[in-house]
């Protein structure tokens, strides 16, 4: 049975009057039943780590630099997370493909630092709007596989979110087909990259404008383990409903 996952994105957003609403949810995780992470920004990972500690509720950073310390000004390490509280670390979320111009490599790099680290990578994949209308959605997302999924990477160390850039914060939620094709299509192809036991075990998110209104719908499909929330992730009240319905 793979335990299913809520992880909060809360991208540049939280200063630390916000670590209240971590600290409602991990009051009310008590009796979870999946798996529950936020991922705040590294200014509040120290403070939050601490609040949610001895709770269900896990924390993750949002992106880390490939090396494990040097000359990187205004970059933080995998090892610098771990140090600070994280379990996770989000990479190759799209805001950082579209807007740093990051590479499969450079997250694949990423990918590698943060399992080395000890922490659960969440590789973010998924197509443009341009790519789904020109048809290319299984292609991309099978190259992104291809390119970012460390060798040898095990479902304990590794998530993957389908996140269709189209869908991030646009309130344009992928339709429950689109969402179960792709999800089918990733498992498979992990599969072939890492064989029957990362196939089955590996938990897939899905990401894209998840609300309290449709995450039941979402994660009740063949192949969601439960799901990547941005800004529902930043009201206590809506991320709780999120968390009940996985
Ligand atoms: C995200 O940024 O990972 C995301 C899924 O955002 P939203 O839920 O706001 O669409």
Redesign the pocket.
């Known amino acids: 049975m793979r335990r299913r996952l809520v992880a909060g994105?809360w991208?540049m957003n939280g200063t630390a009057g916000d670590l209240q609403v971590a600290a409602r949810v991990a009051d009310s995780s008590a009796d979870a039943r999946c798996s529950v992470v936020i991922c705040p920004p590294a200014s509040l990972l120290d403070r939050m780590s601490a609040q949610v500690s001895g709770s269900p509720v896990e924390t993750g950073g949002q992106d880390c630099h490939a090396a494990r310390s040097g000359a990187h000004t205004g970059d933080i390490s995998a090892p610098m997370l771990a140090d600070a509280g994280a379990s996770f670390c989000?990479v190759g979320?799209?805001?950082r493909r579209l807007a740093h111009g990051e590479s499969n490599d450079q997250v694949l790099a990423k990918a590698q630092a943060t399992i080395s680290a000890g922490l659960t990578a969440i590789l973010?994949i998924g197509e443009t709007g341009d790519e789904r209308r020109s048809d290319t959605t299984l292609a991309v997302t099978r190259a992104q596989l291809a390119e970012c999924i460390p060798p040898g990477a095990t479902h304990r160390e590794l998530v993957i979110?389908y996140?269709p850039v189209w869908?991030?914060?646009?309130?344009q939620?992928a339709t429950d087909a689109q969402i179960a094709e792709v999800h089918r299509f990733i498992r498979q192809v992990c599969g072939e990259i890492g064989g029957p036991d990362l196939a089955g075990n590996i938990r897939l998110l899905y990401?894209?404008?998840?609300?309290p209104a449709n995450a039941s719908r979402i994660f009740a499909l063949e192949d969601v383990d439960g799901?990547?929330?941005?800004?529902?992730?930043l009201k206590a009240d809506d991320f709780l409903e999120i968390i009940g319905a996985a």
Do not use: D, M
């Open positions: 994105n991208k989000i979320h799209s805001e973010c979110a996140e869908a991030i914060g646009s309130g939620t990401g894209g404008s998840v609300n799901g990547l929330i941005g800004g529902a992730s």
